[in-house]
Nanobody, 115 residues
Framework: QVQLVESGGGLVQPGGTLKLSCAAS????????MNWHRQAPGKERELVAS????????SYADSVKGRFIISRDNAKNTVYLQMNSLKPEDTAVYYC????????WGKGTLVTVSS
Protein backbone atom coordinates (compact mmCIF):
# COMPACT_ATOMS: atom_id res chain seq x y z
CA GLN A 1 0.00 0.00 0.00
CA VAL A 2 1.61 3.24 -1.18
CA GLN A 3 1.83 5.71 1.68
CA LEU A 4 2.72 9.40 1.56
CA VAL A 5 2.99 11.35 4.81
CA GLU A 6 3.49 15.11 4.77
CA SER A 7 4.90 17.14 7.65
CA GLY A 8 6.35 20.55 8.39
CA GLY A 9 3.33 22.80 8.01
CA GLY A 10 2.42 25.51 10.47
CA LEU A 11 1.83 29.19 11.02
CA VAL A 12 4.41 31.59 9.61
CA GLN A 13 4.54 35.34 9.12
CA PRO A 14 4.64 36.89 5.65
CA GLY A 15 8.18 36.81 4.34
CA GLY A 16 9.00 33.76 6.43
CA THR A 17 10.16 30.29 5.47
CA LEU A 18 8.97 26.72 5.94
CA LYS A 19 10.27 23.39 4.74
CA LEU A 20 7.77 20.63 4.06
CA SER A 21 8.67 16.96 3.96
CA CYS A 22 6.88 13.99 2.46
CA ALA A 23 7.94 10.52 3.52
CA ALA A 24 7.07 7.79 1.04
CA SER A 25 6.81 4.06 1.54
CA UNK A 26 5.72 0.81 -0.10
CA UNK A 27 6.99 1.59 -3.59
CA UNK A 28 10.34 2.11 -5.32
CA UNK A 29 10.55 5.82 -4.61
CA UNK A 30 13.60 6.45 -6.78
CA UNK A 31 11.72 5.38 -9.92
CA UNK A 32 8.89 7.91 -9.73
CA UNK A 33 8.48 11.62 -10.20
CA MET A 34 6.99 13.41 -7.23
CA ASN A 35 4.78 16.46 -6.97
CA TRP A 36 3.58 19.00 -4.45
CA HIS A 37 0.07 20.38 -4.85
CA ARG A 38 -1.88 22.80 -2.70
CA GLN A 39 -5.49 23.64 -2.08
CA ALA A 40 -6.52 26.96 -0.61
CA PRO A 41 -9.93 27.42 1.03
CA GLY A 42 -12.63 27.65 -1.60
CA LYS A 43 -10.23 26.97 -4.45
CA GLU A 44 -9.32 24.00 -6.60
CA ARG A 45 -6.20 21.98 -5.94
CA GLU A 46 -3.24 23.24 -7.98
CA LEU A 47 0.13 21.81 -8.91
CA VAL A 48 2.94 23.73 -7.19
CA ALA A 49 6.13 21.86 -8.06
CA SER A 50 7.37 18.64 -9.62
CA UNK A 51 10.65 16.76 -9.54
CA UNK A 52 11.88 13.93 -11.75
CA UNK A 53 12.68 10.49 -10.39
CA UNK A 54 16.42 11.14 -10.33
CA UNK A 55 15.98 14.67 -9.06
CA UNK A 56 17.63 16.25 -12.08
CA UNK A 57 14.55 17.97 -13.41
CA UNK A 58 12.16 20.34 -11.67
CA SER A 59 9.27 22.56 -12.61
CA TYR A 60 7.22 25.15 -10.75
CA ALA A 61 3.97 27.02 -10.95
CA ASP A 62 4.51 30.64 -11.96
CA SER A 63 3.09 31.76 -8.62
CA VAL A 64 5.94 30.13 -6.67
CA LYS A 65 8.83 30.27 -9.15
CA GLY A 66 11.90 31.82 -7.56
CA ARG A 67 10.52 31.34 -4.04
CA PHE A 68 9.97 27.58 -3.64
CA ILE A 69 12.47 24.78 -4.18
CA ILE A 70 11.53 21.12 -4.57
CA SER A 71 14.15 18.48 -3.81
CA ARG A 72 14.36 14.83 -2.94
CA ASP A 73 16.56 12.36 -1.11
CA ASN A 74 16.11 8.95 -2.71
CA ALA A 75 18.11 7.30 0.06
CA LYS A 76 15.54 8.53 2.58
CA ASN A 77 12.46 8.10 0.34
CA THR A 78 11.60 11.72 1.03
CA VAL A 79 10.66 14.72 -1.07
CA TYR A 80 10.91 18.27 0.26
CA LEU A 81 9.46 21.67 -0.50
CA GLN A 82 11.49 24.63 0.72
CA MET A 83 9.21 27.65 0.82
CA ASN A 84 10.78 31.10 1.06
CA SER A 85 9.36 34.62 1.01
CA LEU A 86 5.97 33.27 1.95
CA LYS A 87 2.89 35.32 1.15
CA PRO A 88 -0.62 35.19 2.62
CA GLU A 89 -1.82 33.76 -0.69
CA ASP A 90 0.39 30.72 -0.10
CA THR A 91 -1.96 29.69 2.70
CA ALA A 92 -3.28 26.25 1.81
CA VAL A 93 -3.16 22.58 2.58
CA TYR A 94 -0.12 21.15 0.83
CA TYR A 95 -0.26 17.62 -0.57
CA CYS A 96 2.42 15.25 -1.75
CA UNK A 97 1.52 13.22 -4.84
CA UNK A 98 2.85 10.59 -7.19
CA UNK A 99 1.39 8.68 -10.11
CA UNK A 100 1.94 4.93 -10.14
CA UNK A 101 -0.82 3.57 -12.32
CA UNK A 102 -3.11 5.96 -10.52
CA UNK A 103 -2.67 9.06 -8.40
CA UNK A 104 -1.63 8.61 -4.81
CA TRP A 105 -2.01 11.42 -2.27
CA GLY A 106 -0.97 12.13 1.25
CA LYS A 107 -3.40 13.61 3.78
CA GLY A 108 -1.79 17.03 3.54
CA THR A 109 -0.18 19.54 5.87
CA LEU A 110 -1.63 22.98 6.56
CA VAL A 111 0.44 26.07 5.87
CA THR A 112 -0.92 29.36 7.18
CA VAL A 113 0.83 32.61 6.28
CA SER A 114 -0.44 35.41 8.46
CA SER A 115 0.76 38.20 10.70
Amino acid sequence: QVQLVESGGGLVQPGGTLKLSCAASAFTFSMYAMNWHRQAPGKERELVASISAAGDGTSYADSVKGRFIISRDNAKNTVYLQMNSLKPEDTAVYYCNTFRGRNYWGKGTLVTVSS
